[in-house]
Structure formats: structure tokens, C-alpha cells
């Protein structure tokens, strides 16, 4: 095992902000800063600033444990990764440590750097690169955002025709049928100022809902598109459509990132936990992870449950056995990182 601190005589730590960006350059074996200084976050900046470092470390090998590296450090991990720079992701310091050390740029630069230089050089947290991976990763938050708002404009449309008489059965929840046809309506001469407004409200409502669905289609299809441009293999698994895909490419995002598929469960929440107690001896589904990640594996695992014939052998099989149906579906979605681990493993290698 080799730790930063033994390979490079430099780390440079940076707190990155929208404005600008400040670099504190630590010498390895003291852990002395032996500078600090703040540059604008521009290309001419960034390449000021390197050129900086550069000179103070004698033009030494070094590494940048860089704050927000796919956020507000984003432009610079790209230019000096690009210069062959290695840029390792630095955690924002602990708050009981904010309050010994206090707080300013300085400071926080330097934290970054000190908190990678004892860490294991193959644990490094490597910033996710790549323009299709950051394509991936801005559709998948606009889905989530469009689908947040038409599931509120669904739920606000059922409400307001349940509670208003509008000629619409609605006992059960509003169908694309009634949107449709609620999407049509027009004012009518006979209603009242009252209803007239809140019959423009439903189909504003509707329509919304409408243009919803339009853009969710859209996105997916986009989805499909990068994913089969970065790993069309991955689409040909069972269970695996277009939007977990982009969720599980834009979680492993490179080779190396992730070092072992037993991690790449841990990140997931689908390692097992123990919950044995006396004669009891069971593992209990992980509650911790990406969140994101983990349903992916479980749409994948409730896709192959319903469609994969193999999928259903087994589920029969562990169920004669005497497992429940939450440990039948752990040890499914355990098996699926697993599988899918080394599928990307392969094809990023």
C-alpha cells in the first residue's frame, strides 16, 4: 500500500468557489503550507495558477485534492487534468474541525490538501470524467426534475376534481384518458365566472401534464442514445433499460474509480447487512448508499423478476427453500452489482 504522502513531495489542496479558487501548496513529508494564493475562475486563471504551483514545486510531480470537483471545481479538474495532472476529490472539513481551525479560504485549501495526504493512493475518490458521462448526468437530473412536477400537477388535478363537480368520474386516480380529455375543454356559455376559471385551471394543469410526458420521452430517448454511443453491451443485460443504464454509467463513470464490485455494492446499499440474533442467523437489505444507484438495481431486479424466466426459477427456488420476498430480492439485487460490476469493468477497461 502506498499512501499520497509517499509518492508525491506536493499536494495541492484548492477550495474552490464560483468566483474564485484558492490553491495552498503542502509539502508531503512536513505537511507545512509553504504557500497560499487565491485566482480567478477563468482559463487565464487557471493556467496562471498552475503555472504558480509549478514554479514553488520546482516542477515536482504533484497531485491537486481538489473541493467540488464536478461542481465549482469542475472547469479546473478538466484544464489540469488535461495538462497531466492527477485531481483527486478533497471532503469539505468536519464541522468539529471548522471549529478548532476556523474558517477562511486559506484554511479550507489547506485542509484539502492534508485530507488526502495519508489516504491509500488506490482509495482515491477520482473525479468523474467525460462530456457523455456529464451529458448522462444532466438528463437524469432533468428527468427527475420534470417527473417531480407532473407527479405535483397530477396530484393537484386529481384534489381539484375531486372536490369540484366537474362532470368527471375521478373516484380513482386521474387516467391519461380523463388528461386528454381535460386538455380539450373549452369555456362554455353557460358557467359561471367561477367555474370558468377553474375549468381553465385543469386543462392549464393538464396540459402541463401533457408537455411532461412529451419531454420525459424525449429525455429517454436522449438517454438511450449516449448510453449506446459509451456501452451499447450494457443495454443487452436483462432488466436493463436506457434510464438505469445512465444512472449505473454515470455512477461507475471510469475504470478505476471503483475499485472492487464488493464496493461497488457497498455504494450501491445493496451489500448485505447482518441482523442475526441468538438461534437467528439472517442479513437484512442496506438502508445506506446512492440512493439513485440502489433503485436502479431494484427497477433492474423487479424487471427480471417479472419478465426473466431464469429470474423466476430462481425466485421459485429460494422460496421452497423457506426465504422471504425481501431476501430473495436482497440476494437478487446483491447478484446484480455484481454482475453489472464486472460488465462495466470490461467495457471501461
Known sequence: MTIVAEKYEYVIGVDTHARTHTFAIMQSATGKIQQTQAFPVTEAGMRRALGWVRRRTSDREFLAAVEGTSSYGASL??????????????KPPRRATRRQAGKSDPID???AARSVAATDIESLILPRTGRIRSALRVLLVARRAIDTRRTADRNTLTAMLRSIDLGLDVRKAVTDRHIAQIAAWRALPADDAAITTIRAEARRLATAIIAANAALEANLAALGKHVTELAPDLLKLPGVGPFSAAILLSTYSHHGRI???AAFAHLAGAAPIPASSGNTTRHRLSRGGDRQLNRALHTIARSRLRYDATTRAYAERRTAQGRTPKEIKRCLTRYIARQIFRQMDTLMA
Open 77 to 90: 479538474t478538466r484544464l489540469w487534468e488535461d495538462a497531466g495532472i492527477l485531481v483527486a476529490e478533497a
Open 259 to 261: 475499485r472492487s464490485e
Open 109 to 111: 485549501a489547506a485542509a
